[in-house]
């Protein structure tokens, strides 16, 4: 393709307002994955609302865990006691929500659900509810709140790179996509994600945080329910994005000229800026 200087020109002011827009949507959170070389940290790029990789005992993993991702650098879990506890409450209550990840795994050795970011209660006692991504026995997406939910068809246990989002409209609303497209939706699913009487579970990557339900209030453990496999890129927002958001989210393979110069736009954007 031959690009003249008016074409070019033009595509550079698209994806300056593009880079505008993205810049000024609700972003609360983003774990890029691109370190625990050397540390157990896991840096959170918005808030500072980072995390630590750790094992089951709650003990920090300084082990190296860092591995090629789809952006840069992932880390990988070991479906054992692998799992990221960061100190974000998530969003919470009825409002609108969408969560964004990376995953790159298989069906070998792998935990029947396994969970992807979790936050929030599971406790009947407070009447909360919790906020859980996971995967079912089949590798398909699945979101829930406590006991209900429902599952996408898309098997993402593929050996390969996969783009999963879920988004809640806080109303009534939740869509799974897997890699830009709409995988399965729900009209009904019913979210009041924490904090009750007892404060809400923060953020878990690979896992999940609980309330034991054995008594009022109940006390934090531990789901066992770990993931085995590479993550990268974790993203909160609080807002449910679109299907032309969400298909933003996965470059194409064939536009890496045009990547390129979306970066040369959104250098020209913040020298203007």
């Known amino acids: 393709m031959n690009w003249k200087f008016g074409s070019i020109a033009a595509v550079v ?13 609700s972003i609360v959170a983003q774990w890029t994955m691109d ?12 808030s500072g609302n980072d995390g630590t ?25 070991d479906g054992v006691d692998d799992y990221v506890a960061t100190s974000f409450a998530g969003v919470n209550g009825t409002a609108a929500r969408s969560v964004s990840l990376w995953i790159k795994g298989t069906s070998v050795d792998q935990d029947p659900t396994p969970y992807l970011v979790a936050w929030g209660e599971n406790d009947s006692f407070t009447g909360g509810a919790a906020w859980r991504m996971r995967l079912t026995p089949d590798g398909f ?21 996969n783009n999963i989002v879920v988004t809640w409209d ?4 939740a869509i799974i996509y897997v890699n830009g497209a709409i ?21 878990w990557i690979g896992s999940a945080e609980r309330f034991d339900t054995t008594g009022a209030g109940g006390t934090l453990d ?21 299907q032309a958001e969400v298909s933003a989210l996965v470059p194409e393979p064939t536009s890496l000229g045009l990547l390129a110069l979306g970066l040369l736009g959104v250098g020209v954007c913040r ?3």
Do not use: M
């Open 13 to 25: 002011a698209v994806l300056c307002l593009a880079s505008v827009q993205a810049q000024a949507a």
């Open 35 to 46: 370190d625990n070389a050397t540390s157990a940290t896991v840096v959170e790029t918005v």
């Open 53 to 77: 990789f750790q094992d089951a005992t709650g003990n920090a993993n300084t082990d190296a865990h860092a591995a090629v991702g789809q952006f840069g650098g992932a880390l990988e879990f």
């Open 141 to 161: 997406p699945r979101i829930e709140t406590n006991s209900t939910g429902f599952d996408g068809g898309v098997n993402v246990l593929d050996d390969q790179w």
């Open 170 to 173: 806080g109303v009534g609303v």
């Open 183 to 203: 995988d399965a939706a729900s009209g009904t699913l019913n979210v009041n994600t924490g904090p009750g009487a007892s404060a809400a579970g923060n953020v």
């Open 222 to 242: 531990q789901d066992n329910r770990r993931f085995k496999g590479l993550i990268d890129d974790v993203r909160i927002y609080d807002y449910a994005l679109s």
């Open 271 to 273: 020298r203007r800026s």
